[in-house]
């Protein structure tokens, strides 16, 4: 067990949106978060509005332009709409991370440097992942403020009714890739930041009647983070994974999944906000019932709110893992939630519920005439 870049966890992830205002308020509306801080015109920030949220140890920011010559974000939007820009790794010390991954390898966007206010000092750096999308490794350990410099309090104080999404942490963050990237991309992490490749799907491991794809996961030595990687294969039509590429534009991250504790409270009060989820097929319980097992939450409990159930012994783990996806939150077919419990030393990412899984999604594509 060994994590030689010092990464502790995952910190923020960082989406451009079209509008943050907006987009804040469906974050702290459908997934219960917080607006903690805000970036804007009012700070002194001339270009951009981020909006800072989280949900316990759950965070994120949105940003948007002010300006058609904003053009890092500007060109992002018009090419992938709303996404995914990046993510980030807190770590012990960004120079090291930094120059460890870039002579191994690494592309380098933005060298270390740090930002400094009356409320201390961050430490920033950051390399290139798929296509437009970055990390950052990021510090932020002496620092006492909301955020990080640049960022204040938010202007408006609202407060806005929602049920408690008991969401905690990022457990995974998920890139959807071109034909013949994944390896190329699970190399890149594997070389780079000493990662090592979890599991493999291969060929005929992951599919349906229609579509099928190949899957990678990467995770640090002492699996504090988890990337997996997908990538279309042939099938008789369209994977989720083309379609997501066709929309998106290039690769990017697919899926972020989010953490809780009890997963039948979560997805009760996300549903009571409004967020929408995949729907499990018809014979999905019955076929749990059928198999004699049951999670300690009960077969009923997780029936009535759809989610969905791996037991990680049949699939070769411990324990069993409780999961449920939403729909793409955007207009496009591109990014969405999951939302998962891991019980018992559950390492896995639901194996056993893929089939369940994609026939549900194969069901949205066609309707959306993209299958
Ligand atoms: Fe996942």
Same mark, same amino acid.
Request: charged share 25%.
């Given at each position: 067990?060994?994590?030689?870049?010092?990464?502790?966890?995952?910190?923020?992830?960082?989406?451009?949106?079209?509008?943050?205002?907006?987009?804040?308020?469906?974050?702290?509306?459908?997934?219960?978060?917080?607006?903690?801080?805000?970036?804007?015109?009012?700070?002194?920030?001339?270009?951009?509005?981020?909006?800072?949220?989280?949900?316990?140890?759950?965070?994120?920011?949105?940003?948007?332009?002010?300006?058609?010559?904003?053009?890092?974000?500007?060109?992002?939007?018009?090419?992938?709409?709303?996404?995914?820009?990046?993510?980030?790794?807190?770590?012990?010390?960004?120079?090291?991370? %930094?120059?460890?991954? #870039? +002579? $191994?390898?690494?592309?380098?966007?933005?060298?270390?440097? !740090? @930002?400094?206010? /009356?409320?201390? &000092?961050?430490?920033?750096?950051?390399?290139?992942?798929?296509?437009?999308?970055?990390?950052?490794?990021?510090?932020?350990?002496?620092?006492?403020?909301?955020?990080?410099?640049? %960022?204040?309090?938010? #202007? +408006? $104080?609202?407060?806005?009714?929602?049920?408690?999404?008991? !969401? @905690?942490?990022? /457990?995974?963050? &998920?890139?959807?890739?071109?034909?013949?990237?994944?390896?190329?991309?699970?190399?890149?992490?594997?070389?780079?930041?000493?990662?090592?490749?979890?599991?493999?799907?291969?060929?005929?491991?992951?599919?349906?009647?229609?579509?099928?794809?190949?899957?990678?996961?990467?995770?640090?030595?002492?699996?504090?983070?988890?990337?997996?990687?997908?990538?279309?294969?042939?099938?008789?039509?369209?994977?989720?994974?083309?379609?997501?590429?066709?929309?998106?534009?290039?690769?990017?991250?697919?899926?972020?999944?989010?953490?809780?504790?009890?997963?039948?409270?979560?997805?009760?009060?996300?549903?009571?906000?409004?967020?929408?989820?995949?729907?499990?097929?018809?014979?999905?319980?019955?076929?749990?019932?059928?198999?004699?097992?049951?999670?300690?939450?009960?077969?009923?409990?997780?029936?009535?709110?759809?989610?969905?159930?791996?037991?990680?012994?049949?699939?070769?783990?411990?324990?069993?893992?409780?999961?449920?996806?939403?729909?793409?939150?955007?207009?496009?077919?591109?990014?969405?939630?999951?939302?998962?419990?891991?019980?018992?030393?559950?390492?896995?990412?639901?194996?056993?519920?893929?089939?369940?899984?994609?026939?549900?999604?194969?069901?949205?594509?066609?309707?959306?005439?993209?299958?």
């Amino acid at each position: 067990m060994s994590n030689s870049m010092g990464i502790t966890s995952y910190d923020y992830v960082e989406f451009y949106v079209g509008s943050a205002k907006m987009a804040a308020y469906w974050y702290a509306k459908g997934l219960g978060m917080d607006i903690k801080a805000y970036k804007g015109p009012e700070t002194g920030c001339r270009d951009r509005t981020s909006y800072y949220l989280t949900k316990n140890d759950f965070k994120i920011v949105v940003t948007s332009p002010l300006q058609p010559d904003t053009y890092d974000i500007q060109t992002f939007l018009q090419k992938h709409g709303d996404g995914v820009k990046r993510w980030a790794y807190q770590v012990k010390n960004v120079e090291h991370a %930094f120059t460890s991954a #870039v +002579q $191994k390898g690494a592309v380098p966007v933005v060298k270390p440097f !740090l @930002l400094k206010d /009356d409320n201390g &000092v961050v430490h920033m750096a950051t390399i290139k992942i798929y296509d437009d999308t970055e990390i950052v490794y990021f510090n932020n350990e002496q620092y006492k403020g909301l955020f990080q410099p640049g %960022f204040d309090e938010p #202007v +408006q $104080k609202i407060q806005l009714y929602n049920e408690d999404s008991k !969401l @905690l942490y990022i /457990d995974h963050v &998920v890139g959807n890739v071109r034909v013949n990237e994944m390896d190329q991309w699970a190399n890149y992490f594997n070389q780079t930041m000493d990662f090592e490749t979890f599991v493999d799907f291969g060929p005929g491991d992951i599919s349906t009647k229609y579509s099928a794809l190949l899957s990678k996961v990467v995770r640090s030595k002492d699996s504090v983070i988890k990337n997996p990687i997908n990538e279309p294969y042939k099938g008789l039509k369209k994977s989720q994974i083309e379609e997501y590429i066709e929309h998106y534009h290039g690769s990017g991250v697919q899926h972020v999944a989010i953490a809780t504790d009890d997963i039948v409270s979560s997805i009760q009060a996300l549903r009571k906000n409004g967020i929408e989820f995949l729907e499990a097929p018809e014979t999905y319980y019955e076929n749990m019932r059928k198999s004699g097992r049951s999670p300690d939450e009960t077969i009923e409990a997780i029936e009535r709110q759809g989610i969905l159930c791996d037991f990680e012994d049949i699939t070769g783990g411990e324990g069993y893992l409780l999961q449920l996806f939403t729909k793409p939150i955007g207009d496009r077919p591109t990014f969405f939630f999951e939302i998962i419990q891991r019980v018992g030393g559950a390492q896995g990412f639901g194996q056993g519920n893929f089939q369940a899984l994609f026939e549900s999604i194969e069901q949205d594509q066609a309707k959306r005439g993209n299958l």
